[in-house]
C-alpha cells in the first residue's frame, strides 16, 4: 500500500508523517518503511507505539547524511530500540 510523507523536494510536514503512519495501521500494514529522518516528538513516539502494539514492523533507514546513528540520534533510527 502506497503512502508518501515526502513531497517531491524531500520535505514533508509531520501531519503528513502521523496521517500515512495511522493509514497505514487502519489498512493492516504489516511492515512501515521510514526512510526519513526528522526530530523526535511526542507524537511521533506515540505513533511508533502504535505500530509496534498492533504488531506492524517498523524499518528504518539508519543515517540517510552519512551521520552515526550513536552520533546523531535522529528520529526514527535513533529514537528506535526493542520495545517490550
Avoid at 46 to 61: E, F, K, P, T, Y
Wanted: net charge neutral; glycine share 10%; proline share 2%.
Amino acid at each position: 500500500m502506497p503512502a508518501q510523507i515526502l513531497e517531491q523536494l524531500g520535505r514533508g510536514t509531520l501531519s503528513a508523517e502521523l496521517t500515512c503512519l495511522d493509514y497505514a495501521i487502519a489498512h493492516g500494514a504489516n511492515i512501515v518503511n521510514g526512510s526519513f529522518g526528522s526530530a523526535g516528538s511526542r507524537a511521533r513516539n506515540s505513533r511508533r507505539q502504535r505500530l509496534h502494539d498492533c504488531g506492524i514492523i517498523m524499518v528504518v533507514a539508519a543515517s540517510n547524511d552519512g551521520l552515526s546513528v550513536e552520533t546523531a540520534n535522529a528520529y526514527p533510527a535513533g529514537s528506535c530500540s526493542t520495545m517490550s
